[in-house]
């Protein structure tokens, strides 16, 4: 249990002395970078699935 104790004691005092936490401002300019990321990976995801649907459309017509 001391062992325990001692680990909490050493990671508070780590997160709240020993970790540079960033800024107001960086958080901020960090979520708009994931955000536009999260958006163009989102419209390439979406323009491969509408890509080989198309082209399966196709596939399937040259049979029927």
């Known amino acids: ?3 325990v104790v001692e ?3 050493e990671s508070y005092v780590e997160m709240t ?9 960086e958080l901020q300019n960090s979520a ?3 955000l ?3 958006i163009i ?3 390439l995801i979406l323009a491969m ?3 080989a649907g ?5 596939f399937y017509k040259s049979f029927a």
């Open 32 to 34: 708009v970078i994931v």
């Open 1 to 3: 249990m001391a062992k």
């Open 41 to 43: 990976i989102a419209l």
């Open 17 to 25: 002395e020993k970790v540079t936490w960033p800024t107001w401002l």
């Open 49 to 51: 699935d509408q890509s």
């Open 54 to 58: 198309e082209a399966l459309k196709l």
């Open 7 to 9: 680990f909490l004691k």
């Open 36 to 38: 536009v990321a999260s």
